[in-house]
Nanobody, 124 residues
């Protein structure tokens, strides 16, 4: 079992920045691929970013490329999502997810564990 706890969400003005953190416990963090997803009201959950177990490979949704950066610190069992140049359309609940795999995935069904989510609200 893996427990994931997100933090760092909040209210920010358009153009601002936030850094989300996801702390993992319960299983060797270094063996997990990690991802961030988000869900806006009335919309499907969508892929944001993913990172391989080593941190050497990353993937991003087109909508966040160049603005968001995913990273991980295996010594701290934590994955991060640095979000810059935020837009009102980035407003959503952001979820951290873990996959028991060395591959990167953008599809949510590949992920085995999920956090409870953290709200990000970007005002115009």
């Amino acid at each position: 079992q893996v427990q994931l706890v997100e933090s760092g969400g909040g209210l920010v003005q358009a153009g601002g920045s936030l850094r989300l953190s996801c702390a993992a416990s319960g299983r060797t963090f270094g063996s997990l691929s990690m991802g961030w997803f988000r869900q806006a009201p009335g919309k499907e959950r969508e892929f944001v970013a993913a990172i391989s177990w080593s941190g050497g490979t990353t993937d991003y949704a087109d909508s966040v490329k160049g603005r968001f950066t995913i990273s991980r610190d295996n010594a701290k069992n934590t994955v991060y999502l640095q979000m810059n140049s935020l837009k009102p359309e980035d407003t959503a609940v952001y979820y951290c997810a873990a996959a028991q795999s060395t591959w990167l995935y953008s599809q949510s069904y590949h992920y085995d564990y999920w956090g409870q989510g953290t709200q990000v609200t970007v005002s115009s």
